[in-house]
């Protein structure tokens, strides 16, 4: 069956401009949350823990995102979570001490949750399932981008402002966000319950999804686990083995160039091919290249290592959106999406942490491997579980559970 054209023009502004935008907006304030909460006092534990902040209010906030995003819809949502992501920024800006400007960061994490579910709800609604992997593939790669581009905004503000310039870059982009997004066409309410059902809730859509949340929701916790390594093994690799913190800045700035530019191609293939033919590549490169890692030595090995875990990450874009959308029921699609993005909040707030604890018990390295070895793992349950082909182009909603 050839599937009919799709505008994809249609997307170009309202929906990927305000992920652009968020983006930009995360991106110019992530490299000065620690200096900040520094200048406000906090001990160097202390600013790594408001760091984390975004990463738990975002964690904390999926269920009740879910909630707001099925009672007030899509677009509404992402307007009121920019506008929310603005009120935060001020706060930074104005905090008179280290408590009040954690409380700012959580509420950035807090306004992320909402945020991604709501742009994720809205582009599995709208866009026809045979353009689906290529859609959220897409929104992954524009958010990329952004915060790609951020800390370079953020730095020429902070030439003439100081530290706060980051944030009102960060402010002034989510306002344009939440200004554009106000333009997104309403979609129409799919699965309403009729009179006389019950509507689903968190519990009963969990109940209903078990076997797939326990099996290539587990994969998936994997998967976020080893994306979020990336950004602490490359640095604290690169000192281990002495490299200037200059050399370990251009490394990594490669291997995400890398990482941004794949995002279309990797949507291509899972349409095209399946789902299947992306994911299982992009965990057995990203876990082979960590293994690797430690064998690294110098600037050219580690630089290869980086650019192979950029490239399976890359290939990768989009994928726990797009298995999150094809899952997802259309009767509590926005409840789905929430549990969906709790497990893999709790993957990528566990990563870290499994990497600290094994450093901390055994050697950098023996963390490193353990790392790896999760997405070696990962492979292999997503090669058992995932269906071999791409979904029907007038199939439901995706791959049955």
Known sequence: MTAEPFEWRKLAVPVYGPSLLFGLGEGAIFPVIALSARNLGASVAMAALVVTLIGIGSLLTNIPASLITARFGER????????????????????PGLYVFAAGILMIGMAAAVFNLARQSYLTESVPVQYRARALSTLGGTMR????????????AIHFAGLDGAYWVGAGA????????????????????????????????????????LTVGIGVVMVAAVRSSRPVVIP???????????TTAVIYGISGAVDMLLFYPAGKVMDQKGRLWVSVPCMLIMGLAL??????????????AAVLIGFGNGIGSGMIMTLGADYSPAAGRTKFLGVWRLMADIGASGGPALLS????????????WLVGGLGLVGAVMLGYWLPRTAPPVNGGSGPPG
């Open 357 to 368: 604890g094994a450093t901390a018990l055994a050697t950098l390295s023996a963390g490193i």
């Open 236 to 246: 604290l690799w690169a000192e281990n083995i002495g490299l200037e913190a200059s």
């Open 145 to 156: 981008i952004g915060v790609f581009a951020g800390p370079f905004a953020g730095a020429a």
């Open 76 to 95: 509404w949502a992402i307007v009121g979570a920019s506008a929310w992501s603005v009120l935060a920024m001020m706060v930074c800006i104005s905090a």
């Open 291 to 304: 293994i690797l890692v430690p064998f690294t030595i110098g600037t050219a090995s580690l630089l290869v």
């Open 174 to 213: 989510l306002l344009i966000a939440g200004a554009v997004a106000v333009g997104m066409p309403d979609l129409p309410r799919h699965g309403i319950p009729v009179a006389g059902t019950v509507a689903p809730t968190i519990r009963s859509i969990s109940r209903s999804h078990a076997r797939v949340l």
